[in-house]
């Protein structure tokens, strides 16, 4: 799962945004990818020679949420946090029914306005992190199955949720699910907005 555990792949992310890599080097780099790899006897956390974890993506989510705490802890005043566009609000502002956020436009679509009173929001995309070789684009998210990228993905996915972790990793893996990213968060139950 994007920014949950990479490993190998991971290290090819950042060269496949300036070249495609040989089958060969992404199958070498299978066998060290997926959380069934790894082996946990608390406290120790055991990972394959070459295996590395990267919380970026879930940091930042987890970031916001703790940060949300913090500040109902201190105060009643309603805020609207931020990180990189990884929103939590407290509550509506002060003699406003909700705040009012914009989700960036791809594409030459329109953006969305999206009226959150409380919650969170995270996107996940391509709009600025792909590879276009030959014409044809290739996003950022790579599927840990193949350890190629989704080629079928939507372009964007807002999903709004109680907290930014859920709704991070809702939008990443409707990335993940491709051209059924739309059944999948429908079956979630959530609301979301996506751009293809």
Not at 118 to 129: F, K, V, Y
């Amino acid at each position: 799962m994007e920014g949950h555990l990479r490993s190998g792949v991971h290290r090819h992310h950042h060269r496949f945004r300036r070249r495609l890599p040989p089958q060969s080097d992404i199958d070498a780099l299978l066998d060290i990818v997926g959380w069934d790899k790894l082996h946990w006897q608390s406290p120790i956390l055991r990972l394959k020679p070459g295996m590395e974890i990267d919380f970026g993506g879930i940091g930042k989510e987890y970031a916001v949420d703790r940060a949300a705490a913090l500040v109902r802890d201190i105060t009643d005043t309603p805020v609207l946090i931020n990180f990189g566009g990884d929103l939590f609000a407290t509550a509506p502002p002060a003699g406003q029914p909700h705040w009012l956020v914009g989700v960036e436009s791809i594409g030459g679509l329109q953006s969305a306005m999206i009226q959150l009173q409380r919650g969170a929001l995270a996107t996940s995309g391509d709009a600025r992190r792909f590879l276009l070789k030959n014409g044809k684009r290739y996003p950022h998210v790579l599927n840990p199955r193949t350890g190629w990228p989704v080629l079928d993905a939507p372009r964007s996915v807002t999903v709004a949720a109680n907290t930014c972790v859920e709704a991070g990793l809702l939008a990443t893996l409707a990335m993940l699910h491709g051209r059924e990213a739309e059944d999948f968060l429908a079956a979630q139950q959530v609301l979301h907005w996506i751009q293809r």
